[in-house]
């Protein structure tokens, strides 16, 4: 591994210890994070309006068949035919539905989501300073750590980046070099990268 990614490595560690390590900070990131987790969802909850609309619409046209039908309107054979086609529309609606509730359940972040981590973070506390190298490496791979290296106002900084937030993070001791590759960041399986500027 590259010296200089050694300095990144201990900086943006820091960092991620501080983000798992303070209860509130990381609710606190959290919390930041749940506006823009809505505003990227709002497409699956319009569409889940438009499908709950469609479902409300159906049953009732389902349910109008079936007055109509007891009303001698429609002919026995007639009001099967609609019916199994209304039934078929009704059952694809809520296989859609489920669909997207489960999307949205899966990528919103709920208060109780937060407080779940919390506990999570709490309990695996006590273990982070004893995390080997690998173990580091998969807790970056789970927090979809990715950041850029670059000089901002004369300072090496690490524009860092994950799930749980994103820090600007003053690196010192990287010398002044201009890089233009990608480089592993960290030997990760998921790729974690840093993009030198």
């Known amino acids: 591994m590259?010296?200089?990614l050694g300095v990144h490595y201990t900086a943006v560690w820091r960092w991620i210890e501080g983000l798992i390590l303070d209860r509130e900070n990381l609710a606190l990131a959290l919390r930041e994070l749940q506006p823009e987790s809505q505003r990227a969802n709002r497409p699956l909850q319009e569409r889940l309006a438009i499908v709950d609309q469609q479902i409300a619409d159906h049953r009732e046209r389902y349910e109008k068949l079936l007055d109509?039908?007891?009303g001698g309107q429609y002919a026995r054979e007639m009001r099967i035919k609609r019916k199994v086609c209304l039934e078929k529309t009704i059952a694809s609606l809520n296989e859609e539905r489920e669909r997207l509730a489960e999307s949205l359940a899966a990528s919103e972040i709920t208060n109780e989501d937060i407080v779940s981590i919390q506990e999570f973070a709490s309990a695996i506390a006590k273990g982070l300073k004893y995390l080997t190298f690998?173990?580091?490496?998969?807790?970056?791979?789970l927090l979809e750590l990715h950041g850029t290296l670059t000089v901002e106002d004369g300072q090496n900084v690490v524009f860092a980046q994950c799930v749980l937030g994103k820090e600007t993070l003053n690196i010192a001791s990287i010398p002044t070099r201009e890089y233009n590759w990608h480089e592993?960041?960290?030997?990760?399986?998921?790729g974690a990268r840093l993009r030198c500027k």
């Open 184 to 190: 592993e960041f960290l030997p990760t399986s998921a």
């Open 134 to 141: 690998e173990e580091k490496c998969r807790v970056v791979d």
């Open 68 to 70: 109509l039908y007891l």
């Open 2 to 4: 590259c010296p200089v």
